[in-house]
């Protein structure tokens, strides 16, 4: 009885088989590798006379699967990544692409609405606008703004890193170095840096109506010669009376920054009652807007600026409190929520 051929023929047969290829290149599934050893062992049952070509037969078909199985993993491993993120194949035919909602039936968010309006005033007081970044390092968070290591001042900026060493930035102050060495050149040549810095922070926050882990910063940054208190003062005095389409007072208290030297709190009239005291101002008739000051010394020579030459201001402040005093809104954690009955209150 001839036990080579056709046993030879119905394995092949079996084996070669694409689906059977891919199964037997799944390692995890050891079973389905088991076929080809039991002929191998099938060798030593066969009569004396029948083995070699038996043999020769089985090392040819584990060549041929080896081959195979290689050229299939080869193949995958050629494959265009995909972006898992992408919504659908950018290189579908429009045909075939998935129907998605139309955009005429979504509206921009209130905080970029807002930020369009924001920066449109600092664009006609003559600034330009630089978008700040959502993950950044120790050096542009902390030692290029004047904080040493181990200061118990870091310990404010309570915000997320990585194993890595990579920052969710606290605030926009990050870009202040940045920006400070872009625009530097231009100073020897007459033109003042003044840059805003939009851009979303990052805080370890107990969320309720007024605090959330995730919001959005405007920095202001401004350098020239002879720079001083009262050019800050007037330059975000002029932003919230164009803001808030009305007169206002403001007043500053001292604070304690490491990148400003002397630090102010900005403490603004209340629109709403005009400081005769009202819900929204706690009944003080004044309200806290952001910190300020003038830009530290050490902060102008880490960008390569002069501070016998030249002098700036800096600020720093929430978008989101400026959209929720404009609107009266009453918790803040309605931005990031996603509600439509919030969203559509705004055109």
Not at 67 to 90: C, H, M, R, W
Request: with cysteine; glycine share 6%; charged share 25%.
């Amino acid at each position: 009885m001839d036990y080579t051929q056709p046993k030879v023929i119905e394995v092949r047969t079996l084996l070669l088989k694409p689906e059977r290829l891919r199964q037997l290149a799944d390692k995890s599934d050891v079973s389905k590798a088991r076929e080809l050893r039991e002929l191998y062992q099938h060798i030593g049952t066969l009569p004396e006379n029948q083995r070699a070509a038996f043999g020769r037969e089985v090392n040819q078909l584990r060549d041929e699967l080896v081959e195979k199985v290689n050229s299939a993993l080869d193949a995958d491993q050629a494959l265009t990544p995909v972006d898992l993120s992408a919504p659908f194949d950018i290189n579908l035919p429009l045909d075939q692409q998935p129907k998605l909602l139309s955009a005429d039936r979504g509206s921009i968010h209130p905080l970029m609405s807002e930020l369009s309006i924001i920066l449109d005033i600092f664009y006609r007081m003559g600034f330009t606008a630089v978008e700040s970044r959502q993950i950044d390092d120790d050096y542009h968070m902390f030692g290029s703004l004047n904080f040493p290591t181990g200061h118990p001042a870091r310990d404010d900026y309570d915000t997320f890193i990585t194993k890595e060493g990579f920052i969710a930035p606290a605030h926009t102050s990050t870009m202040q170095n940045r920006v400070l060495k872009q625009y530097q050149p231009g100073l020897e040549a007459g033109s003042p840096i003044a840059v805003v810095i939009p851009g979303r922070v990052f805080r370890n926050e107990d969320l309720d109506a007024r605090h959330e882990h995730t919001f959005y910063q405007l920095e202001g940054v401004y350098v020239d010669r002879s720079v001083h208190a009262g050019n800050l003062l007037a330059t975000l005095k002029t932003f919230f009376q164009e803001y808030y389409a009305k007169d206002l007072d403001i007043k500053i208290q001292p604070f304690y920054f490491p990148f400003t030297e002397p630090s102010f709190e900005l403490v603004m009239s209340c629109p709403f009652c005009v400081k005769k005291g009202c819900p929204v101002c706690s009944q003080s008739g004044w309200i806290e807007m952001l910190g300020c000051g003038m830009i530290h010394p050490n902060v102008l020579s880490a960008a390569g600026i002069d501070p016998a030459k030249y002098s700036g201001f800096a600020w720093g402040g929430g978008i989101d409190r400026l959209v929720m005093m404009k609107y009266n809104i009453e918790d803040i954690r309605h931005f990031e929520s996603g509600k439509l009955e919030f969203l559509r209150q705004f055109p």
